[in-house]
Nanobody, 125 residues
Framework: VQLQASGGGLVQAGGSLRLSCAAS????????MAWFRQAPGKERDFVAA????????YYTNSVKGRFTISRDNAKNLLYLQMDSLKPEDTAVYYC???????????????????WGQGTLVTVSS
């Protein structure tokens, strides 16, 4: 199982970016997949997730209405569309996956067994 995140970069506040996470070695639709982020000096925090069964989506409050998680099952890709970006969104973004997560643990980083390498998003003011 491998995850490869990409799409980060430097963007001005109010701008948009789309992150991608390429999954290999497994069928992404059979796994719960998520995005986490880690700002400098801070812990890794939950951003968004898509549950394996039914594809229900979940977001942390600070990104609701601005970020959208989606999945292309045919291409085995996970996306995070980020709009109306703010300087406080600056962080390294990681994609994660696991097959055995229960819904109550979907926001817990320790629940995920597979992680991508991270992609840096910098939002300037």
């Amino acid at each position: 199982v491998q995850l490869q995140a990409s799409g980060g970069g430097l963007v001005q506040a109010g701008g948009s970016l789309r992150l991608s996470c390429a999954a290999s070695g497994f069928t992404a639709s059979s796994y719960t997949m998520a995005w986490f982020r880690q700002a400098p000096g801070k812990e890794r925090d939950f951003v968004a997730a898509m549950f394996r069964s039914g594809g229900n989506t979940y977001y942390t409050n600070s990104v609701k209405g601005r970020f959208t998680i989606s999945r292309d099952n045919a291409k085995n890709l996970l996306y995070l569309q980020m709009d109306s970006l703010k300087p406080e969104d600056t962080a390294v973004y990681y994609c994660a996956a696991d097959r055995s997560i229960i819904l109550s643990q979907i926001r817990v980083s320790g629940s995920y067994g597979y992680w991508g390498q991270g992609t840096l998003v910098t939002v300037s003011s």
